[in-house]
C-alpha cells in the first residue's frame, strides 16, 4: 500500500524526517519496501497563462506561445501540442535548475528567442507522463510557486502490510500507529454532516437477505450532483498512491477508502430500479456485467447487490457497468457495508478478480468505520461536486457484533516481556493504541478490543502490543528463569522406539499409511457387519470416497501394502505399522483413539544363496518372532490360545492373552477368501497388537543379572498330552512348579501317530536346571524334576512316554 508523508501529517503532527518516519514504521511491523521523493529541484518553477499558441516561422512542429506569469509576459517555444490558448501551466523561467541539472536559460531557436520553458508532469518529476505539457486548472493563482500548488516536496512510502493488520490499509490506521509510539495526539478528519431525519426513508430502500454474509448496510442519497473532474489535490494525491483519477465522484469515493481504510461504492440513484437495494446470493450461474467490461458467471455462493430487476454490483468487489456514475449522473446513492471475508476472498479468487475494495474486505474492515465512512465521503463529494444531502442515513443492522473482551494479566506481561510494567503505564499504552482498557482491583485489565483490530483475540496479542508501544529495543535481554526438573521419561515414546527398533532388527520394513479408509475397503475385507465398521468413524468432508471413514484396523492398509508389493514380483516382505486406530465412542464426540501394532508376512524367512536355501515362513514362525518381543519387554504373564476373527483363518490362529484373560492381539493366516481378494498367491500371515496394553505390561524397570557360574542339569522329558493342553500352559506349570532353578525351557519335538492314543500328542521337552548359588546335586535335580512331573499329572491328566 502506497501512502505519502503530507497525507500522514495530516492527522499526526510528528517532527521527523521521511527516513526517521520509515525507521519508526519498521519498529512498528510495518515494513517500507521503498521510498519515493516527489518534486525535489523544481524550485522557481512559477504557474503561467498562455495568452496565445503561434506557429514558429522556420520549424513546422515547434509553436511560439506567450505566457503570462501575473506580472511579466514571455516568449517560450514549445514542442507540446496539447496545450492552446487559455491553459494554465508549469513555468520554468531563467536560471531555474529542473531535474538531472537542466540549467533554463533564454536561447535563439530557430531564429526566435525562447525565455522559458513550459513543463510536462516528468519534468517535474511528479509522474512518469511526457506525452504534453502538465495542463494545471483555470484558476491556479498566477505566478505561484508549483510546489505550493502541487503541495511537494513529498515522500511516497510504499509499506508492506501483513495480512493480519487490515487496520493498517489506511492513512488514520498508520497515523494511529505512529500517534502512539510517539505519544502524540491523533486526530480523525472532521466531518460537518448530520446523520438524522428519516426523509431517505421516502426515497431509498434496503432489505438484507443473507444476514450472515452482510451484518451491515448503509446507504445515503445526494442528489443534483455535477459529476466532472476532480480537483487538482485530489486527483494528485490519487495519482501518488497509485489509483487514477475518474471523476469528482468516484474519486471521492476512492480518496476515503485510502484514508480510512473502509470501502464505498457510489450507485446512479436513477438506475436502481424502483430505488430498492437487496442484498442477497447471487443465483447459480447469474450473469453480472461488471464496471470492468467483462460479464462474470456467478455461483450460489457469491453476495450480490441488486435492484428489483438486475444485479448492480458484485459485493465487496466491483460495480456493475449498469448502474455507473458518469457525466450524465445527478442523483447518486452512496453504499457503505460490511460483508463477510471469507465470501469475499473466496469470490475474488473464483472470478480471479481482485480491488482495492476486495483486498480489504477479505482481511476484515472495522464494522464501526463503515457509517464514519459514509458520512465522510457524502461531506466530500457535497464540497467538491455540489448537490443536496437527503436528510438521515438507512443503516439495516439485524444483529449488532459485540467488541470483544480480554482479561490481561499483570504478571504475565511482566513474565512474557521481562520487564517490570505497572498496571497504569499498560492501560495508557493500551489506550493510545485504541483500546478500552479498566484496571481492576487485582491488578488484572479488562480490555475491550476497538473494532479495527480485531485481529486481536488472545492475551498474549495485547502483550505483544504493549511490547511494540514499549519499543522492543527498551527491554533489556535477560536469561529466562527456570527450575530444574527431574526427568519423566514417556514410556509411550520409549516403548515406540523399543517396538520399531526390535521388528527392524527382525528384518522387517516400517510401512506409514494415512489414517483413512473407505467403505469399499471395509465390504473387501467382509466386515460390514463387524465393530470393525460399525464404530468407524465417518469423515464429514472427506478429500475423496477412499477416505471416508477413520480406519478401525490398520490390516486393511497392510493387505494393500503386500498387494502391491506382489504385483511387483515382490514376495519375500516383511512389514509392520505402529498406528492409530479410530473407535466411536457413544455419548462422545471425539472418537477413541488407540495405538496398534501390526504386520504381516510372506514368502521366505531369508534371502537364499548357494551354500543355505532358506524355508517359508508360517505361522510357528510368526509366533516365534512375537514371543520374542514380548520376552525382549520382559511381558512373562503371558499365554497364546487358539483364537477366532474375521480376518484369520479358523485352524491357523491364536490370539495373545495377559493377566490371566485380557487378550491384547491376535495372529495367524489370512482367510482364503481375503487372501483371495486381495490377490495373494502365497500364504501371508498377520498380526495385530495393542501398543497400549503392552505398555501396561512390560517392565519398564529392568534388572540385569550376571550369568550363574555354577553348572547346569538339563533333563529331557516326553509327554503325553491332551490336544486341548497347548504348549504354553505346560510350559507356564513347569516353570511355576520349578521356580527360579529352571533357567530354560525348550521344546524339541511334537508327535502324533500310532503309538500315542486318540486325542492326544507327544510334547517333547528339554528342561535346564540351573542355581545362582551352588552347584546343584543329581539328588537335588532329580527331586525338583519329579515335583514337576507329579504338577504336570495332577493339573493336565499327563503320562510321561518311555519311548
Not at 182 to 208: A, C, D, R, W, Y
Not at 687 to 699: D, M, P, T, V, W
Request: charged fraction near 25%; include cysteine; proline fraction near 3%.
Amino acid at each position: 500500500m502506497k501512502i505519502t508523508y503530507r497525507w500522514l501529517k495530516e492527522y499526526v503532527d510528528f517532527d521527523l524526517s521521511a527516513e526517521q518516519l520509515a525507521d519508526k514504521l519498521v519498529s512498528l511491523g510495518i515494513n517500507v519496501e521503498s521510498m519515493q521523493s516527489i518534486g525535489e529541484g523544481i524550485d522557481g518553477v512559477i504557474v503561467g497563462k498562455i495568452l496565445s499558441v503561434e506557429a514558429h516561422p522556420h520549424a513546422e512542429r515547434l509553436t511560439v506561445c506567450k505566457v503570462d506569469t501575473g506580472k511579466e509576459e514571455y516568449n517560450i517555444v514549445c514542442g507540446a501540442k496539447n496545450m492552446k490558448q487559455g491553459d494554465v501551466v508549469p513555468v520554468a523561467l531563467e536560471g531555474v535548475v529542473l531535474s538531472e541539472n537542466k540549467l533554463i536559460k533564454p536561447v535563439n531557436i530557430r531564429g526566435v528567442k525562447s525565455e522559458g520553458m513550459m513543463c510536462s508532469a516528468k519534468e517535474l518529476g511528479v509522474s512518469d507522463d511526457a506525452a504534453g505539457l502538465f495542463i494545471l486548472p483555470e484558476k491556479t493563482p498566477l505566478g505561484k510557486e508549483i510546489k505550493e500548488v502541487l503541495s511537494l516536496p513529498d515522500v511516497v512510502f510504499d509499506l508492506e502490510i501483513t495480512p493480519n493488520r487490515p487496520d493498517c490499509l489506511s492513512v488514520i490506521g498508520v497515523a494511529r500507529e505512529i500517534a502512539a509510539v510517539l505519544n502524540i495526539p491523533f486526530k480523525l478528519p472532521e466531518i460537518k454532516l448530520k446523520s438524522t431525519g428519516k426523509e431517505i426513508e421516502k426515497q431509498l430502500q434496503v432489505t438484507i437477505k443473507d444476514s450472515l454474509l452482510c451484518p451491515r448496510y448503509l446507504a445515503r442519497v445526494i442528489r443534483n450532483v455535477k459529476v466532472s473532474s476532480s480537483p487538482l489535490w485530489l486527483q494528485r494525491r490519487l495519482e501518488m498512491v497509485g489509483l487514477r483519477a475518474i471523476n469528482n465522484v468516484v474519486d471521492a469515493t476512492n480518496y476515503v477508502l485510502m484514508e480510512l481504510g473502509h470501502p464505498l461504492h457510489a450507485f446512479d440513484y436513477d438506475l436502481i430500479s424502483n430505488h430498492h437495494i437487496i442484498v442477497r446470493r447471487a443465483e447459480e450461474k447469474e450473469k453480472f456485467g461488471a464496471l470492468d467490461e467483462v460479464e462474470y458467471t456467478l455461483t450460489k455462493d457469491m453476495l450480490v447487490i441488486t435492484d428489483d430487476n438486475k444485479a448492480v454490483a458484485l459485493a465487496g468487489i466491483m460495480g456493475g457497468s449498469n448502474s455507473q456514475v458518469s457525466e450524465g449522473t445527478c442523483n447518486l446513492l452512496i453504499e457503505s457495508a460490511y460483508f463477510d471475508a471469507i465470501n469475499i476472498r473466496r469470490t475474488s479468487k473464483k472470478l480471479g478478480l481482485s480491488t482495492e475494495s476486495s483486498y480489504r474486505f477479505e482481511r476484515g474492515t472495522d464494522f464501526e468505520m463503515a457509517e464514519k465512512a459514509i458520512n465522510r465521503v457524502t461531506s466530500l463529494i457535497k464540497e467538491i461536486a455540489g448537490g443536496e444531502v437527503v436528510e438521515g442515513i438507512i443503516d439495516q443492522y439485524p444483529q449488532k457484533i459485540v467488541p470483544q473482551q480480554i482479561i490481561l494479566r499483570l504478571e504475565q506481561v511482566n513474565r512474557i516481556l521481562g520487564i517490570e510494567i505497572s498496571g497504569k503505564q499498560i492501560q495508557v499504552f493500551l489506550k493510545r493504541l485504541g483500546f478500552e482498557c479498566n484496571l481492576e482491583k487485582n491488578s488484572n485489565l479488562k480490555v475491550v478490543v476497538p473494532a479495527f483490530r480485531r485481529e486481536v483475540s488472545r492475551e498474549i496479542d495485547l502483550i505483544e502490543e504493549i511490547a511494540r508501544i514499549y519499543k522492543y529495543d527498551e527491554i533489556s535481554p535477560a536469561v529466562p528463569q527456570w527450575k530444574s526438573l527431574e526427568y519423566s521419561p514417556n514410556q509411550e515414546f520409549l516403548l515406540e522406539r523399543e517396538v520399531k527398533n526390535f521388528f527392524v532388527g527382525a528384518g522387517f520394513y516400517e510401512v506409514i499409511n494415512y489414517s483413512f479408509s473407505s467403505e469399499d475397503e471395509f465390504k473387501k475385507l467382509g466386515v460390514e457387519d463387524s465393530f470393525y465398521y460399525t464404530k468407524a468413524v465417518k469423515v464429514k468432508n472427506p478429500l475423496s470416497r477412499e477416505y471416508g471413514f477413520l480406519r478401525t484396523t490398520l490390516l486393511g492398509n497392510i493387505f494393500e501394502n503386500i498387494s502391491k508389493n506382489i504385483s511387483y514380483n515382490l514376495y519375500n516382505l516383511k512389514l509392520f505399522e505402529l498406528g492409530k486406530v479410530f473407535l466411536t465412542k457413544e455419548n462422545n464426540l471425539l472418537p477413541e483413539e488407540k495405538k496398534m501394532l501390526s504386520g504381516a508376512i510372506c514368502g521366505m524367512a531369508e534371502e537364499s544363496y548357494w551354500q543355505k536355501k532358506s524355508n517359508e515362513v508360517d505361522f510357528h514362525y510368526l509366533k516365534g518372532v512375537l514371543v520374542s518381543l514380548l520376552e525382549n519387554l520382559e511381558i512373562k504373564n503371558y499365554k497364546m490360545e487358539k483364537g477366532s476373527n474375521i480376518l484369520f483363518h479358523p485352524g491357523q490362529s491364536a490370539k495373545i492373552i495377559i493377566n490371566g484373560n485380557q487378550q491384547i492381539g491376535q495372529l495367524g493366516k489370512v482367510f482364503p477368501w481375503i487372501a483371495e481378494k486381495y490377490n495373494f498367491d502365497l500364504p501371508v500371515y498377520i498380526f495385530e497388537l495393542s501398543l497400549g496394553a503392552l505398555l501396561k505390561s512390560q517392565n519398564t524397570k529392568r534388572r540385569y543379572l550376571p550369568v550363574s557360574k555354577y553348572p547346569a542339569v538339563t533333563r529331557d522329558v516326553a509327554l503325553v498330552v491332551p490336544k486341548e493342553i497347548s504348549y504354553f500352559q505346560v510350559s507356564s506349570q513347569i516353570k511355576k512348579t520349578g521356580g527360579e532353578v529352571i533357567s530354560q525351557i525348550k521344546l524339541f519335538d511334537v508327535y502324533q501317530g500310532k503309538q500315542i492314543d486318540e486325542g492326544y500328542r507327544s510334547l517333547a521337552y528339554s528342561i535346564v536346571y540351573q542355581s545362582k548359588e551352588k552347584t546343584l546335586t543329581d539328588k537335588e535335580v532329580n527331586f525338583i524334576h519329579n515335583d514337576v512331573l507329579q504338577s504336570l499329572k495332577e493339573n493336565f491328566k499327563v503320562k510321561i512316554r518311555d519311548k
